[in-house]
């Protein structure tokens, strides 16, 4: 009777610790991937470089958003009568970014940053300049679950996001979600 007791609870907590990371990695992507679609549907990217690669071999999404129409008169370096790009602390040459950063396993992120210079590219990851939008974040350089793509013919973005939870109580040691795809026209 001891035995079968022990048996269930384990496959309890099992079972527990198996819903609660679907839950947990589920939440996180749909959260992030929220957030992008949205930003997305109202930002352009540099022409020459959309996508660049980071030094984990991850790919990094560079563009801008509207800061509004026509500011020419409250920012000089806005043009006349157009719509003013840049990011929200830097008007024509400010850029948002999202990346991938961290270590394998757990740590993990997808962050968006907000870079100051002229070149479409961060290379420093600062609190001050960066958000975390999601956090353990799958990706490995042989099968890169997460990814961005660029088909400049179409302003096409496409979004490929997986997380995964490690912990040594889940069969395999891991939950892994399905991996999220969106495929996001920008507006400009």
């Known amino acids: 009777a001891g035995l079968v007791f022990v048996t269930a609870f384990l496959t309890g907590q099992t079972s527990y610790l198996h819903a609660d990371a679907a839950l947990i ?6 959260r ?21 690669t980071n030094p984990n ?3 990094q999404l560079n563009f801008q958003v509207a800061r509004g129409y026509n500011l020419k008169a409250v920012e000089p370096a806005c043009p006349e009568n157009e719509v003013c790009w840049g990011s929200e602390v830097v008007v024509t040459t400010g850029w948002v970014h999202y990346a991938i950063v961290g270590v394998a396993g757990n740590a993990l992120q997808l962050i968006r940053c ?7 590219q961060i290379t420093t990851y600062t609190a001050a300049s960066c958000r975390v939008l999601a956090n353990n974040v799958r990706f490995d350089e042989v099968n890169p679950a997460a990814t961005f793509a660029y088909r400049q013919s179409t302003k096409l973005v496409t979004i490929n996001l997986q997380t995964e939870y490690l912990n040594a109580g889940l ?3 891991r939950y892994t979600a399905p991996q999220l795809t969106s495929k996001v026209r920008l507006r400009n």
């Open 32 to 52: 992030a991937f929220d957030a992008m679609v949205r930003e997305l549907r109202q930002a352009r990217v540099n022409a020459g470089t959309p996508i660049t």
């Open 171 to 173: 069969p395999q040691g």
């Open 25 to 30: 990695v589920q939440q996180e992507s749909r």
């Open 57 to 59: 071999g991850s790919k």
């Open 114 to 120: 907000i870079d100051t210079t002229v070149e479409p």
